[in-house]
């Protein structure tokens, strides 16, 4: 197969993935650190990393399964809970251990029980992080149950979000992973400094009938659930825009086979090995290839007061498509992500 063309990028950070813990952790490590310099790490472990110790031990089992010369670097964050205690979180931002905060509602999604119930009574926590200049990263869906699985994230920004922001208006906040029209210009709304968006390949690639498509696709399940198509094509819309309210976020969250195809399958979408080859494929449909270093390199590092990383990444068009593995765990596998088109670019 010989290469078409080729394409040069910072290297990118991936500002949301799920690493988990034990066998699964050096594999899914190992294909998010070819792609990504650093990688803001979720904290829904079971138990959840609640405290600054909890952080540093993580980070170092993190460490501990990179593999050799790698200069990959975790971005350790908070779950916030009921119960965390402000000093010792602020503690963990100051002394690095920390880059930001996790709010799930509680029951939102994969090991989300300990979250928050009410975010009322968070409210001394988010003082402390906005004086401190600490991001929050939020999983933006409310969790009342009567309401509509495709309605919980607009109802969030009404609801939540933004009686949160009028009573932080300095609270640095990140909507996790969205899926909305309504979410893309309710972050278009805010000030780019303090209100920011990650958006995911699937995101970018399916849509809600996409996942009933010939028969139910239990591996394009995640949440927030997809939404209609008028949603994905705000949320390409914005990603391709260069806006840099909006940046790199994979969400890759990988669960085994028979955890996915199951009669309660769980949410979640195992993106790591073809998530740049993904977003560049949506990128190169839309016009758009020149914004595509905003969005995966400069513009997250930007929110997160951070340097963009010095080295480049090459990826080379193929004129046949390129396969898609599995990734094997033990003696089960994860089912990586199939974007419902081919991917040609892969890296160089
Ligand atoms: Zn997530």
């Not at 799920?18 to 079971?46: Q, W, Y």
């Not at 880059?99 to 009574?121: C, E, I, Q, R």
């Not at 003082?127 to 991001?135: F, N, V």
């Not at 400069?298 to 898609?324: A, C, D, M, W």
Request: hydrophobic share 35%; glycine share 4%; with cysteine.
């Amino acid at each position: 197969m010989k290469p078409t063309k080729s394409l040069a990028l910072t290297k990118p950070d991936d500002w949301h993935v799920h690493l988990r813990s034990g066998e699964m952790l050096p594999k899914v490590l190992s294909d998010t650190a070819t792609s990504f310099n650093r990688a803001i790490v979720m904290p829904n472990l079971s138990p959840p990393i609640r405290t600054t110790s909890d952080a540093v031990l993580y980070r170092r089992e993190i460490e501990a399964a990179l593999e050799k010369n790698s200069d990959f670097t975790p971005l350790m964050t908070c779950y916030l809970t009921d119960e965390t205690d402000p000093d010792d979180l602020i503690s963990g931002f100051t002394a690095d251990v920390f880059s930001a905060a996790k709010l799930y509602p509680a029951g939102a999604t994969t090991n989300s029980d300990s979250g928050v119930t009410n975010v009322l009574l968070l409210d001394s926590v988010f003082s402390a992080m906005s004086d401190a200049g600490m991001p929050l990263l939020i999983h933006g869906e409310v969790v009342d149950h009567k309401i509509d699985i495709f309605d919980r994230e607009h109802k969030f920004i009404e609801l939540i979000l933004e009686p949160l922001r009028s009573r932080h208006p300095n609270l640095k906040i990140v909507f996790e992973h969205i899926t909305t029209k309504n979410a893309v210009d309710y972050v278009r709304s805010g000030q780019p400094d303090k209100l920011a968006a990650t958006i995911t390949p699937h995101h970018l690639s399916v849509n809600r009938s996409d996942l009933f498509a010939g028969g139910i696709r239990p591996h394009l399940y995640c949440l927030p659930i997809p939404k209609r198509e008028q949603h994905r094509i705000a949320l390409v819309e914005a990603a391709c825009s260069g806006n840099k309210r909006f940046f790199l976020g994979t969400d890759s969250a990988p669960h085994l086979i028979e955890e996915k195809e199951s009669s309660c399958g769980c949410a979640g979408v195992y993106n790591s090995p073809n998530a740049l080859q993904t977003y560049i494929a949506i990128f190169e449909k839309n016009d758009a290839l020149d914004e595509l270093n905003s969005f995966a390199s400069l513009n997250g590092p930007e929110f997160y007061n951070l340097k963009p990383n010095t080295e480049e990444i090459e990826f080379v068009k193929r004129s046949s498509p390129v396969s898609i593995d599995d990734l094997v765990v033990g003696s089960s596998r994860v089912k990586t992500f199939e974007p419902p088109f081919p991917l040609f670019w892969t890296a160089k």
